[in-house]
């Protein structure tokens, strides 16, 4: 009989992912007794690393590849041991103009930055607005942050906390694209200011339901860093976090059913030999909305849909690009625009909501063994090879129903054909190979993460991201449901999204604050 038939735990939780992990390590380092279920083998969900290409020692993050709103109060709060670098190059934009190549090369300094706005808009003006419009975020950056891990503030709290109604306006009450509009001119800029309110999310810049608004907060607030080790780095410290403080972690145990009173609750969960049924006092779900709901027996939320491809690749060199005066190593250290032109996005998001590919596919790249080489073998790193994280823009899951694998190489293919368009040479002429001869290239598709990872219609988000604000029914953390005793800890809860922690933490804040907690 398992170690954890039999008895009843402080908290059961459903899923091994980063979330549920934080949740675990928080809840047994507070002396509660927890047990975590995980389906897979391993635990991580989609902050993971793995070798993709057979043979090739190159551990890449698979899915989620870059850590954004981790709080340092929960990597200190649990003694992780667990790095990340920052990137002195924001990004970089290449672009022709006149017939020339040229780009726009944000980061490496104050002066590089101010000369790169006048080499591409001829002036000073785009540049001062791009100071002023990132003063602001860095502004409500300061005064949002710090409470993801607090209680949920009332709209008028957080909105009190901002500090400043025209800043309020923009980002909380009117389109994106009126500020972008307005404070911006060039088409270039405004594109490379827009895309932070498009990762996974399908919009346009105009959307009434102002989801971009909400992507785009997320994105503005966090610090887009490297995980030394790549993502699986995280998990593991995680899990060995938990662990040593006394959770059981227990993989290959996919749960079926959760049944509960509100004071207790049974979950039945499957293995390869057979059914078993763990008792709890607390019941964390690491999943989406919508397995919440299946778990429980609960009416589920409306479907979701995510819109994103995501492309790994192992390269024996960086390409070389058109525009020669940007050193490859920097251009794709940072964040490297493609076909993300404020028209070109506009453009893209109209073709796939009347059902078409974008015939331009948006998207962005960076390398991450730049920054971080450990996640390459040392033969690797000698013979000068490099990662290249791709993550494309406005392809949503809808797209890819008629036939998943036909589109997916369709999409993969102009993906790179814009791509080759700013590059000195093919892509495909500086693709690793795997020990079968196979290029070293892999894409994932919504509907292949949906799969893969169980995300609702690819929804990295599992859902659209919710303002960080208490609304009906999102309880006093953000995780509540309807049943008492049972949280949701995963992305879909209130200020989830991106790898952060926040849910797992909150989550495990209200089991402790709660009555017998």
Known sequence: MPAHEG????????????????????????????????????????????????????????????????????????????????????????????????????????????????????????YQAW????????RVAER???????????????????????????????????????RFTDDLVRGVVLTDALIGTFADAHDPSLRQNRCFLYHVIGAWDVPVGGMGALTDALAATARHAGAVIATGHEVERIATDGRTAEITYRTADGEGVAAARHVLVNASPQALAALTGDEPPAPAEGAQLKVNMLLKRLPKLRDSSVDPREAFSGTFHIAEGYEQLAAAHAQAAAGELPAAPPSEIYCHSLTDPTILGPDLVDRGYQTLTLFGLHTPAR????????????????????????????????????????????????????????????????????????????????????????????????RGGGVSGVPGHNAAMAVLESPGG
Request: aromatic fraction near 6%.
């Open 144 to 182: 949002v942050f710090p409470i993801l891990t607090e209680p949920l503030p009332t709209r008028d709290e957080l909105r009190r906390r901002v500090d400043d109604e025209e800043t309020w306006r923009t980002l909380f009450e009117e389109p994106l694209g009126v500020a972008v509009e307005d």
């Open 131 to 138: 100071q002023r419009f990132y003063g602001m975020t860095g």
């Open 399 to 494: 797209l890819f129903t008629r036939d998943n694998d036909a589109v997916r190489d369709e999409l993969l293919k102009s993906t790179v054909a814009q791509l080759d368009a700013h590059l000195a040479e093919p892509l495909a002429d500086c693709l690793a190979t795997d020990e079968d001869g196979r290029p070293c290239i892999e894409a994932k598709t919504p509907l292949d993460l949906e799969r893969d990872l169980r995300l609702p219609g690819g929804n990295i988000f599992h859902r659209d991201l919710a303002w960080p604000y208490a609304q009906e029914g999102t309880g006093r953390w953000g995780v509540e449901t309807p049943h008492a005793n049972v949280l949701l800890c995963g992305a879909g809860a209130v």
């Open 7 to 126: 008895r009843t735990y402080d908290a059961v939780i459903v899923g091994g992912g980063h979330n549920g992990l934080v949740a675990a390590a928080y809840l047994a380092r507070a002396g509660r007794s927890v047990l975590v279920l995980e389906r897979l083998d391993h635990t991580g969900g989609a902050a993971v690393s793995t070798r993709p290409f057979a043979g090739v020692d190159a551990r890449l993050s698979r899915y989620s590849y870059l850590v954004s709103l981790l709080p340092k109060k929960i990597v200190r709060d649990l003694g992780l041991d667990f790095r990340v670098r920052g990137r002195t190059i924001s990004s970089y934009t290449p672009v022709e103009r006149d017939g020339r190549p040229t780009g726009l090369l944000v980061g490496g300094g104050e002066r590089r930055t101010r000369e790169a706005f006048a080499r591409l808009t001829g002036g000073e003006t785009e």
